[in-house]
């Protein structure tokens, strides 16, 4: 069993800057992979960004050279840098981690990122 608890969600005005943070407990061993999805209401699940345990990057095309995806691994965190920060970033942010030894997939409890002026 793996937990995900998110963290640094908020208001902010368009253009502004927010960093999310995500610490991962548990049987971190059976996790490689991790990353942040988001979804706005109405809306499906959609992915943000991922990183490997090795530091190999992925990201939508929408948040391309504005948000950062890293990771600390001794802490067992990731992170994501969000800048110029748009209203249709609006969306519960959700941290996730596919198990490598199982077809199981963790989440966390998601943050409400709300981009608004």
């Known amino acids: 069993q793996v937990r995900l608890e998110e963290s640094g969600g908020g208001l902010v005005l368009p253009g502004g800057s927010l960093k999310l943070s995500c610490s991962a407990s548990?049987?971190?061993?059976?996790?490689?992979?991790m990353g942040w999805y988001r979804q706005a209401p109405g809306l499906q699940r959609e992915m943000v960004a991922t990183i490997t345990s090795g530091g190999r990057t992925n990201y939508s095309d929408s948040v391309k050279g504005r948000f950062t995806i890293s990771r600390d691994t001794p802490k067992s965190t990731v992170y994501l840098q969000m800048n110029s920060l748009k209203p249709e970033d609006t969306a519960v942010y959700y941290c996730?981690?596919?198990?490598?030894?199982?077809?199981?997939?963790?989440w966390g409890q998601g943050t409400q990122v709300t981009v608004s002026s």
């Open positions: 996730n981690a596919p198990s490598v030894f199982s077809t199981r997939n963790y």
């Open positions: 548990g049987n971190i061993f059976t996790i490689n992979t």
